[in-house]
């Protein structure tokens, strides 16, 4: 019975990580969100175009230095999320849409790779490809 409950418990707590895309016309980016019921700690977060490989999403962009971005992170390893809660990794909100083209043009070639632990230091993995944003070429 004690390890029924136990894995019960572990279900209950379980983090699910969802890599979220939003494509509006003045409005891009890429959040992580944890829709599970349990805390999600990053353990690993890669982002790679096939050229740049980093733990950074802006630094594989790699936009021109003059771009002011909405907002975005780029230190994640060790952060929890809590459930129901997100971290947006980039985000460029802009009237000039060449701007957002330049973005969705990028982030089309880009792959995610995150791994993440419950409270119980059971890991798991996602994988996204930003693909989504290629909708528009």
């Known amino acids: ?15 699910i990580a969802e890599i979220h895309t939003c494509d509006y016309e003045d409005d891009v980016s890429v959040s992580l969100r944890n829709v ?10 890669v982002c790679t175009n096939g050229q740049i490989k980093s733990e ?17 992170e780029e230190e994640l390893l060790g952060r929890t999320i809590p459930p129901n809660e997100s971290i947006v990794l980039i985000r460029l909100n802009s009237k000039e849409i060449t701007r957002i083209q330049q973005l969705r043009k990028k982030l089309g070639n880009i792959s995610i790779q995150l791994e993440y632990e419950d409270i119980y230091e ?3 993995a996602v994988t996204k490809n930003l693909t989504y944003f290629k909708r528009h070429e």
């Open 122 to 124: 059971e890991t798991f």
């Open 1 to 15: 019975a004690l390890c029924t409950t136990d894995r019960l418990s572990r279900q209950r707590s379980r983090p």
């Open 36 to 45: 599970g019921t349990g805390p999600l700690t990053i353990k690993s977060f």
């Open 56 to 72: 950074s999403l802006v630094k594989v962009v790699n936009l021109s230095h003059d771009v002011a971005y909405t907002t975005f």
